[in-house]
C-alpha cells in the first residue's frame, strides 16, 4: 500500500512566525489542471495591519545593519532556496503547469536572482549617490537610502522570479516589506517565506501574506504608515486605487517588468543631500 | 551670564585655570563668519549715513608710521596730519592717535603738544614690536621707555610662538606684567598678529585671554603680516568683545589694523561694529582703525561728498 | 546725524521695462488671451498695481499643449542634444547679462530683499541653466538609467517663493533632456517668468519649445489634467500636490512633486553658537520665511537653550525690515494678503496654545504685506506651530536634552524636506545626518542651493529631486 504524504499546511508569515490569517479565512487553490492543491489563508486587513507593523518595526535594525551583512543574509537566502530547489519546481509545475525543464530554469534563475541583488547591497550609495561639486566652500554628498516599508503585489506569472526580484530589489537597501502574494499562485510565496525564516533574516523584514489582493488593494493604498507599493502584480485599475488612497501620504508607487534592474532598487530608494562647509 | 572680577581672576588662577575655560569658548566655523562677514559688506551706506561714517572713521584711525627709515621729521609731519587732516577745512575732526615706534614717542609727543593737538595720545608699539621675540626684561623696557616718553597708549604685540604652542599661562602673564606698567598711566592694545594665528578659534581664544588678562583694547595685526584686518576676523573679536562684555560688564575695545586703505574698508568695518558689538562700540574709545593711507582716501571721499565731484590726491598731503 | 543710522539705499527701478499689459507666451510669440480675461499683479510692499497679466483660458492651455508638442516632435526632438544644450548656454548667459533687470522685476512683484535677488535668486538661475547645459549631451553618463529617453511634453506649476529660480530648477532640465514645456507661474508672481520668455526669444529658442500661460489654480489644473502632456514637476503646498497625485492615478502621467516641509534645525551644545544663530536666521528668515525647507522648528539642547535665545534676540533686532529695493533691507514684504492672513493665523494660535511670542522692536510699512520677525519659546511638538508650515518669518523654539530626543522629535512629522545640525564634533553630524528623515540636511550651515547639489523630500514633502544628476531622472524616461 502506498504511502500516504504529509501535506503542507500553508501559512501567513509575519514578523518571522507562521499564524493563521486573523479572520480564520483560507480559500481553495488549484494546480493548473484544476486538481485541489493547498487551501492557503486568505488575509485580511487586520493581518495586514499585524504585517505592517512588523515591517514597521524591523526597519531601523534592519535598515541599520551593514550593508555587507545585509548581503550575506540575501545570499544566505539564494544557499537555502538551493536546498529546497525540488519543492520549488514541483510546486511551479503544479501551480504555473510549466514542464520540469522549464520550472527547473525559473528556480535557477530565482537563485541567481538573489544573489545578484544580494551582491549590490553595498554598491547601491557608490553608485546611485555622488559627491556634487557645488560652488563654494562646502563638501556636498548625496546617498540613497531606503524610503521604508514597501508593500509588493506579486506578479502571477513566473511567481518566484518575480517574487525574489521584488523582495529582493526592496530589502538589499535596508528597506522592509509586506508582500501579498499572487491569489492564484501563492504556494511559492509560502514556500520561499520558510526558506527566509531559515536565512538569518531579522523577523518582520519580510512578511507574506496569501489572500486575495483585491479585498488589501484599497487597504494598502490607504495604510499610512506604509511608504512605497511596488504594483507590479496588480491590474492597471488596481494600480490606479493604489494611486489614488496613496497620495494622502505620497507613496512611492512603481510598477516594474525588468527582472534584474538596478532601477527595481532605485525606486525605493531616497536620495539624501548633506552639505558641510570646509574650513578650519 | 555675569561674572564679577572674582570670578575672572579664578577663571585664570593658573595655567590649567586659563587653559580650561578658554576650551570651553565656542568654535568658530570658518565657512560661516566669513559668509557673515561678506554679507555685511554688501550694506549700503549713503548720504548722511556716509558723511557720519566718514567722519567717524576719521576720529578713529590711529595714524601709524612703523618704518625702519623713520625719523623726526617724517613723524612731525605725521602729527601735523593727526591734529590737521585736512589744512583747508577745519571741520575735519582730528584721528584717535598717532602710533610710531618707541623710540618716535617723545618727539611725537613734543610735536603734537606744541601744534595744539594735546588731545591726540601718543601710541607706541611694544614688547618688541612686531616679532614679540626678545626676552622679557627687554619687553619691560621697551614699554617703559614708550611710557617714560609720554605714550599713552601702549600696543604691545603678543608672544605668537608661546600661544601656537600652548603655552597659554605665559601669554597671558605677559600681558598681565605689561598692563601691571601701563598702570592708569597708558591704555593697552594687545595685538594678536592673526595673520599668524591662522584659525578663527584661535582669535577667540586670543581674545578672551587678553581681555581676562586686562587689555583695554585688542588688535588684530602689526601691519607686517597679511592677511591683517580681514572682516571675518574683525568680525570674531568683535563677538568676543560683546560676549566678554555681557559676561563680565567691562567693554574692551577692538582696534583692526593692516589692510584698511579705502573709505570702503573702513566703512565695511563700522557696519561689523555696529551690527554686531552695537552701537556703544562706534566710538574712538572703543573702536580704532591702525592705518596710514586710509586717512587720504578717506578725506578724499569727505570732499567728494561736499563737493559733489570726485577729487584727486593732488588735494590731499601727501606726509 | 548723531547715530551710524543706515541712510535709504533704494535700487533704481529705471532698469525694468514694465508694460502695462503682458500677454500668454505661447509658441515663440506673446498672444492676447482668448476672451481677454486678465488679471492684475501688484507689488506686495506697497499694493500698486504692477501690470495687467493675461489670464489663459482652457483653449489657450491647449493651444500652449500643442504647440509644445508640436516643437517636441518637429524641432526639438530632432536638435541634436549638444545643440540643445547651447541654446541652455546662451540662455544662462543672457540671465546674467540682464541680471539686475531680473533682480529688481523679481524684488518688485514677489516682495523679496533686492539682496536676495541680487545674490542668490537671479545668480542661481542662471547657474542652473549653466549647469543644465552641460548635461544635455552626457545623459548617457548620468546614472539614471539606460537609454534615457524624454518623456515628451512637461507641464510645470511653479510657486511664488522664488519666482524665477523655480522657474530655472524646472525648466532647464527639462530641456536639457530633451522635453519641451508649457510653464504655469504663480498667480502673483508671473512677471519674471515672462520676461524669461523674452530671455527664450533672445536666445532663438525654437518656438513652442518653452510655452508660458499665467492664470490661477483653476489654469494649473487643467494644464494638469491635459491628456496632451506626459509628465508633470509641481513644487507648491502639500494639499495641492497630493491633489495633482489624485488627479493623475489613473493616467500614465510621470509626476515630481517639491511640497512643504517643517524642517528641524537643531543645535547642539558644542555647536559654533554664533554661526549657529546666523543659521537660524537664515534659516527662518530667509525671503520672509516663504521657504519650503525652512528651518522652522528650531531644536536647542536645553543646556545652551538661554545662550541661544538670548544671542538670538540680539541678532533678530538687527534683521533690517522694510522697501524690499533698499540695497540693506534683510526682511521684505509678504507676499500677498492670503499669505498674510494665514501667518496671523497660526501666529495667533501661538498665542493661544500657550507659546510665548518675541518678535524685536520694528516699524512696519504702512501699506503693503508685513510681519515682524517672529519666535516662540515653550513650544511643544503638539502646538499647531510645531506641525503646520506657517510659510513666513515665524520660528518655534523646542527643546531636547539627548541626540536620541532630537532625532525623535525632528522625524516626528509628515514632512520631510529639510533639516540642519550644528555641532562641532564630526561624528555627531554624521550620527544625526544618518538618522534624520528629510532629503536636505544642512551641517553647520542653512539654506545653501547649487545646481549641482539634489535637492528634494522625503514623505509628504515631495516626489523626486530637482538638481544634480538626480534631478535629470525626473525628465527622462527608462526601462525599469
Known sequence: MARIDVLKTYKLYINGAFPRGESGRVYEVKDSKGAFLANPCQASRKDLREAVVAARAAQNGWVSATAYLRGQILYRAAEMMQARKSEFVDAIIALEGKSPKAASDEVDSAIDTWVWYAGWSDKVSTIAGSTNQVSGPFYNFTIPEAVGVVTIFAEAKSTLLSLVSSIGAAISTGNTCIVIAAEKAPLTAITLAEVLATSDLPHGVVNILTGKSAELVSWVGSHMDIDAVDVSGLTKKQEADVRLEGAENLKRIHRFTEVRSAQRILSFVENKTVWHPIGI | MLLNSVSVDELARDEESLKRFLRTLPPVDQVGVEGRAAMLSTRSIKNASKNFAIDLAIRMVDLTTLEGADTPGKVKALCNKAVRPDPTDSTVPHVGAVCVYNDMVSIARAHLDSIGGHDVPVAAVSTAFPSGRASQAVKIQDTKDALDAGAGEIDMVIDRGAFLSGRYGEVFDEIKLIKSLCGEKAHLKVIFETGELVTYDNVRKASFMAMLAGADFIKTSTGKVAPAATPPVVLVMLEAVRDFHIMTGRKVGVKPAGGIRTTKDAIKQLVLVNETAGEEWLSPNLFRIGASALLNDLLMQRMKMRDGRYSSSNYVTLD | ?480
Not at chain 3, 533704481?12 to 486678465?38: C, H, M, Q, R, W
Not at chain 3, 515672462?194 to 483653476?218: K, M, R, S, Y
Not at chain 3, 554664533?274 to 521657504?291: K, P
Not at chain 3, 520660528?395 to 532625532?407: C, D, G, K, N, V
Open chain 3, 1 to 480: 546725524m548723531t547715530k551710524f543710522e543706515y541712510a535709504p539705499a533704494p535700487e533704481s527701478t529705471s532698469i525694468v521695462d514694465l508694460k502695462s499689459e503682458y500677454g500668454l507666451f505661447i509658441n515663440g510669440k506673446f498672444v492676447a488671451p482668448k476672451g481677454g480675461k486678465t488679471f492684475v499683479t501688484i507689488n506686495p510692499a506697497n499694493e500698486k498695481i504692477l501690470a495687467k497679466v493675461a489670464y489663459a483660458s482652457n483653449s489657450d492651455v491647449d493651444k500652449a499643449v500643442i504647440a509644445a508638442t508640436e516643437a517636441f516632435k518637429k524641432t526639438w526632438s530632432r536638435t541634436s542634444p549638444s545643440e540643445r544644450g547651447k541654446y541652455l548656454y546662451r540662455i544662462a548667459r543672457i540671465l546674467q547679462e540682464r541680471a539686475r533687470e531680473f533682480a529688481v522685476l523679481e524684488t518688485m512683484d514677489n516682495g523679496k530683499p533686492i539682496r536676495e535677488t541680487r545674490d542668490i535668486d537671479i545668480p542661481l538661475a542662471a547657474a542652473h541653466f549653466f549647469y543644465h547645459a552641460g548635461w544635455a549631451d552626457k545623459l548617457e553618463f548620468a546614472g539614471v538609467g539606460s537609454n534615457p529617453k524624454p518623456h515628451g511634453v512637461v507641464g510645470q506649476i511653479i510657486p511664488w517663493n522664488f519666482p524665477l529660480l523655480m522657474l530655472a530648477w524646472k525648466v532647464a532640465p527639462a530641456l536639457a533632456t530633451g522635453n519641451t514645456v508649457v510653464l504655469k507661474p504663480a498667480e502673483t508672481t508671473p512677471l519674471t517668468a515672462l520676461l524669461f520668455a523674452e530671455v527664450c526669444q533672445q536666445a532663438g529658442l525654437p518656438a513652442g519649445v518653452l510655452n508660458i500661460v499665467t492664470g490661477d489654480g483653476a489654469t494649473g489644473a487643467y494644464l494638469v489634467n491635459h491628456p496632451g502632456i506626459q509628465k508633470i514637476a509641481f513644487t507648491g503646498s502639500t494639499q495641492v500636490g497630493k491633489g495633482i497625485a489624485r488627479a493623475i492615478s489613473g493616467t500614465s502621467k510621470a509626476l515630481t512633486l517639491e511640497l512643504g516641509g517643517k524642517g528641524a534645525n537643531i543645535i547642539y551644545d558644542d555647536a559654533a553658537i554664533d554661526e549657529a544663530v546666523e543659521g537660524i536666521i537664515s534659516g527662518i528668515f530667509f525671503n520672509q520665511g516663504h521657504v519650503c525647507c525652512a528651518g522652522s522648528r528650531l531644536l536647542v539642547q536645553e543646556s545652551v537653550l538661554d545662550e541661544v535665545t538670548e544671542k538670538l534676540k540680539r541678532r533678530m533686532s538687527l534683521i533690517r525690515v522694510g522697501d524690499p529695493l533698499d540695497k540693506n533691507t534683510d526682511l521684505g514684504a509678504i507676499n500677498s494678503k492670503a499669505q498674510l492672513e494665514k501667518i496671523h493665523e497660526l501666529a495667533n494660535s501661538g498665542d493661544s496654545e500657550g507659546a510665548q511670542r518675541w518678535s524685536p522692536e520694528c516699524e512696519l510699512p504702512g501699506a503693503g504685506f508685513w510681519f515682524k520677525p517672529t519666535i516662540f519659546s515653550g513650544v511643544a511638538q503638539s502646538h499647531r506651530i510645531a506641525r503646520e508650515e506657517i510659510f513666513g518669518p515665524v520660528l518655534s523654539i523646542l527643546t531636547f536634552r539627548t541626540p536620541q530626543e532630537a532625532i525623535e522629535k525632528a522625524n516626528n512629522t509628515p514632512f520631510g524636506l529639510s533639516a540642519g545640525i550644528w555641532t562641532d564634533k564630526g561624528s555627531k553630524i554624521l550620527w544625526t545626518a544618518q538618522r534624520l528623515k528629510a532629503g536636505v540636511i544642512w551641517a553647520n550651515t542653512f539654506n545653501k542651493f547649487d545646481p549641482a547639489s539634489p535637492f528634494g523630500g522625503y514623505k509628504e514633502s515631495g516626489w523626486g529631486r530637482e538638481g544634480g544628476r538626480h534631478g535629470l531622472a525626473a525628465y527622462v524616461k527608462v526601462a525599469k
